[in-house]
């Protein structure tokens, strides 16, 4: 098992930049393949982006591609997203989430571990 504690969330403006961490218990953390996910209010969790535990393969959503960047240290147990010119409609919960690496997913139902989620409020 894992268990996942995002930080890092905020408030800040639109055009700004923001990194949130996820630090991971266990020693098996290289073992995982870890995604960000994002609720907003009324809305379904959506895919931000997945890294593999190697750290060699990335994979973004649409939305967020060009502007995110996710990175992970295997010694620290931690993942990252780097999130640039941020726009209000990224306002949301961010969670990160762990699943044994198999194949590539983006699928939240696919992920049997998450942390308890960040606050990223984005103002016009």
């Known amino acids: 098992q894992v268990q996942l504690v995002e930080s890092g969330g905020g408030l800040v403006q639109a055009g700004g930049p923001l990194r949130l961490s996820c630090a991971a218990s266990?020693?098996?953390?290289?073992?995982?393949?870890m995604g960000w996910f994002r609720q907003a209010p009324g809305k379904e969790r959506e895919f931000v982006s997945v890294?593999?535990?190697?750290?060699?393969?990335?994979y973004y959503a649409a939305s967020v591609k060009g502007r995110f960047t996710i990175s992970r240290d295997n010694a620290k147990n931690t993942v990252y997203l780097q999130m640039n010119s941020l726009k209000p409609e990224d306002t949301a919960v961010y969670y990160c989430?762990?699943?044994?690496?198999?194949?590539?997913?983006?699928?939240?139902?696919?992920?049997?571990?998450w942390g308890q989620g960040t606050q990223v409020t984005v103002s016009s």
């Open positions: 890294i593999r535990r190697s750290g060699n393969n990335t």
């Open positions: 989430a762990a699943r044994v690496s198999v194949r590539l997913t983006t699928t939240p139902s696919d992920y049997p571990y």
């Open positions: 266990g020693r098996t953390f290289s073992s995982y393949d």
